[in-house]
């Protein structure tokens, strides 16, 4: 029995040897098939891609168009015909005060004028045949001109007792009641046109030569993250404040969802100069001090250190201003590994993003 377990534990031994043997032969094998001393890497090719120059700053939103409403006279308020937050439009009657006196006034106004401009009527008929003196048609000329002028003021009386929108927008938060004394200049409510609204900002005038009529700007906002605002500037002031050494900028934006408001916080981005150029990923650059080089994969499975000058930088990768065109190799991992005129071995190969 022992004699029978002792060639089994033998043979068992001999199994385990011969796969050990038979592994490390294989390993052996791989290891004299790959080249010794070439490493392998990633390349990707150039792509050219757009790059625009950005010029960031901060911006204040403003209505269009924006008034306090207020009464001009001293008077109480009768009614009140619009609700906070209310689009109104232009002309329409917000406030109206106390106005029982002058529509009296007003309707006498209409029947004097009603009156003289009968006899007016008569004394130039007369006059046509001679039958009055010059000195009694002007007499009733000027009496039926003098009852005009006294209409239009009664007119103009009853007008101010009705406090109008100045132009169409978003009426604000009301600030009187029905039976309030108002005199000139109490606030009644605001007045916002929301439609467009103005960003104020300034920009250094290192950055003037960049900045044009017409220019398209992006905006941002902390409320709507991920959304930007399309817009364009509108005006650039004449002036560039001596103290900053800045100028006013006036960028206008279609708002017709309403969602930027006045007084908002803005980071607005001036976009120029679109134009195409090579673009390598940040991480394939070789840098010392000022320059920059790539490795740029040759024919011959060799590579080549080539400087290259550098230009714009956006996420991750940056415009190749000289030195390298669009559908060249490079080497864009590993860089660490070789030196100028190395052989590589391609591991993978991808378009650059």
Do not use: W
């Not at 392998?40 to 790059?51: H, K, M």
């Not at 009496?143 to 003021?153: E, G």
């Not at 409510?189 to 030569?209: C, G, K, Y």
């Not at 908002?264 to 195409?276: D, F, T, V, Y």
């Amino acid at each position: 029995m022992k004699f029978f377990n002792f060639i089994f534990i033998l043979l068992a031994a001999l199994a385990c040897a011969y796969g050990i043997y038979f592994a490390l032969g294989r390993m052996a094998g791989e290891k004299k098939s790959k080249p010794k001393g070439v490493p392998e890497l990633s390349i990707v090719t150039v792509q050219s891609e757009p790059f625009e120059n950005r010029i960031e700053a901060l911006g204040t939103a403003k209505a269009l168009e924006s008034v306090e409403i207020t009464a001009s006279i001293t008077e109480t308020v009768a009614q009140i015909f619009f609700r906070e937050g209310q689009e109104v439009k232009k002309g329409d009657i917000l406030v109206k005060l106390e106005q029982a006196e002058e529509l009296a006034n007003l309707q006498q106004a209409e029947l004097s004028m009603k009156e003289e401009e009968r006899l007016y009527q008569i004394a130039e008929t007369l006059n046509e045949k001679k039958a009055i003196s010059k000195t009694e048609y002007e007499k009733q000329l000027y009496a039926r001109n003098a009852a005009l002028a006294k209409l239009d003021a009664a007119k103009n009386r009853v007008a101010r007792r009705n406090i109008t929108a100045p132009f169409s927008g978003q009426t604000g938060i009301r600030q009187v009641s029905p039976g309030a004394l108002l005199t000139p200049g109490t606030p009644i409510t605001t007045l916002d046109d929301l439609s467009v609204m103005r960003v104020f900002f300034t920009v250094p005038e290192t950055f003037m030569a960049a900045i044009k009529k017409d220019q398209e700007v992006e905006a941002t906002v902390s409320a709507y993250p991920g959304q930007v605002f399309k817009g364009k500037v509108t005006i650039i002031d004449s002036r560039i404040e001596m103290t900053t050494r800045a100028v006013t900028v006036i960028a206008e934006f279609q708002n017709a969802d309403r969602r930027i408001r006045p007084g908002m916080l803005l980071k607005i981005e001036l976009i120029s100069g679109a134009h195409q150029s090579p673009s390598i990923p940040e991480k394939a650059l070789l840098s010392y001090g000022q320059r920059h080089y790539v490795f740029v994969l040759k024919n011959d499975s060799t590579v080549e250190r080539r400087q290259i000058e550098l230009g714009l930088r956006t996420f991750g990768r940056v415009e190749a201003v000289k030195g390298i065109a669009a559908g060249e190799k490079i080497v864009s991992d590993g860089i660490n590994k070789i030196t100028d005129g190395s052989k590589v071995s391609v591991k993978s190969e991808a378009q650059a993003k």
